[in-house]
């Protein structure tokens, strides 16, 4: 690593695949309250096998779930979690349409799982397990659940894709 997990050896589709995030549980239980620590760790361990957007979600996941460990308020951990990737990042822009689709439907996560489809599914972004789609579905689940826990994991698993690690993160 950083090599070994490169769009350049391995391609973008390859290298952006769901795996970095599903393993940043533990960065976050080894630095509780300290978010950028989390997202470093979260982003060397997972340059071992990915890169690009991948290691962004991961980023942004570990620093959530650290930051967990002190604050409670959904929107100031992801608003946290955000502000320590590139803000140029596909993950950051989907996030942000992410918040505005929510803003919109506050009520019907329904339309906000047929939004992020629509410009962030499966059709753009290839491989069998993309980080892009998986992402934005535990965003949207945390912010429909609105800190009801079994809610979000109910909107997470009917939403689909990658079922086990979206829930699990």
Request: overall charge negative; hydrophobic content about 60%.
């Given at each position: 690593a950083p090599l070994s997990g490169s769009i350049d050896l391995n391609?973008?589709?390859?290298?952006?695949?769901?795996?970095?995030?599903?393993?940043?549980?533990?960065?976050?239980?080894?630095a509780p309250g300290d978010p950028a620590l989390a997202a470093d760790l979260a982003r060397r361990a997972g340059s071992v096998s990915h890169d690009g957007e991948a290691i962004y979600g991961a980023q942004v996941l570990a620093a959530m779930d650290a930051l967990a460990f002190v604050e409670h308020d959904i929107d100031t951990l992801i608003d946290t979690g955000m502000e320590l990737i590139p803000h140029d990042s596909v993950i950051y822009r989907m996030i942000g349409d992410i918040r505005n689709w929510h803003a919109a439907t506050p009520d019907d996560w329904r339309k906000t799982r047929e939004k992020i489809a629509a410009h962030y599914g499966y059709d753009k972004y290839g491989g069998n397990c993309h980080m892009v789609p998986n992402h934005g579905l535990i965003i949207h689940a945390l912010l429909h659940g609105g800190g009801d826990f079994q809610r979000s994991l109910m909107i997470v698993n009917t939403c689909g894709w990658d079922t086990d690690c979206n829930s699990g993160n």
């Open positions: 391609g973008k589709v390859v290298a952006e695949q769901i795996g970095a995030q599903i393993f940043i549980d533990g960065w976050a239980m080894v």
